[in-house]
C-alpha cells in the first residue's frame, strides 16, 4: 500500500506525518510530527508555527500561504481557517512550491530516531528547525535565522484561540 495522507489514517501500521511550513525567501521552516492514528487539525499545527517560541525564531502570520493539493483535500477547513485571519493563497502546481524538498530533509533527520519511542520524532522534528535556522541561507552570507530576522515586516500574531478550537 502506498501511504499517502489521504489513505494514512486506513492502514493497520502507525505512521508519523510530518507538518511543516517553510519561508519561502529565507528557507527557515518550523516543523512538528504527528503520529497517523493522532493526527492534529491543521490549524493547530499553524497557530504553533505562527506564535512566539522560545527555541525557533520563525512566527508571524503571513501575507500569502501556499498549501499542497493533498493537504487542502484532508483538511478541507483551512483555505476558510487562514483566509479569516487576512492571508491570501497562492496556487500550488508543483510538489516543489509546496516544499517537498524540506519534508524530505525533515524525513531524514526523523529517520535517526528509527527504533526509538515515538516521542524523539517529535524531538528530532524541534531538533532539525533549529538546526536548518543555523544553516547558511542560499544567498551563503548568513544563516538562514539571521536572513529572516533581518527581512521579516512587523510580525502580526494569530489571535489567542485560533486554531485551537479546531
Keep these: ?50 506564535s512566539r ?16 493539493m493533498t493537504v487542502e483535500a484532508f483538511f478541507p477547513t483551512v483555505r476558510k481557517s487562514v483566509a479569516e485571519l487576512g492571508i491570501r493563497f497562492l496556487e500550488v502546481t508543483s ?20 527504533g526509538e519511542p515515538i516521542e524523539n520524532a517529535s524531538l528530532r522534528a524541534s531538533q532539525i528547525t533549529r538546526v536548518n535556522a543555523e544553516r547558511k541561507s542560499s544567498h551563503g552570507l548568513e544563516d538562514k535565522a539571521s536572513l529572516w530576522l533581518g527581512r521579516v515586516p512587523p510580525v502580526r500574531l494569530p489571535p489567542e484561540r485560533w486554531g485551537r478550537e479546531a
Design 1 to 50: 500500500m502506498e501511504i499517502r495522507l489521504d489513505n494514512v489514517t486506513q492502514d493497520e501500521r502507525t505512521h508519523l506525518v510530518h507538518y511543516l511550513l517553510r519561508d519561502h525567501y529565507s528557507g527557515l521552516f518550523f516543523a512538528e510530527v504527528a503520529t497517523s492514528d493522532r493526527l492534529m487539525p491543521v490549524e493547530q499545527f499553524l497557530a504553533r508555527a505562527w
Design 95 to 114: 510538489g516543489f512550491q509546496a516544499g517537498v524538498r524540506d519534508i524530505r530533509t525533515v524525513e531524514g533527520y526523523v529517520a535517526l530516531a528509527c
Design 53 to 68: 517560541k522560545s527555541d525557533c525564531v520563525f512566527c508571524g502570520i503571513p501575507d500569502l500561504l501556499a498549501v499542497p
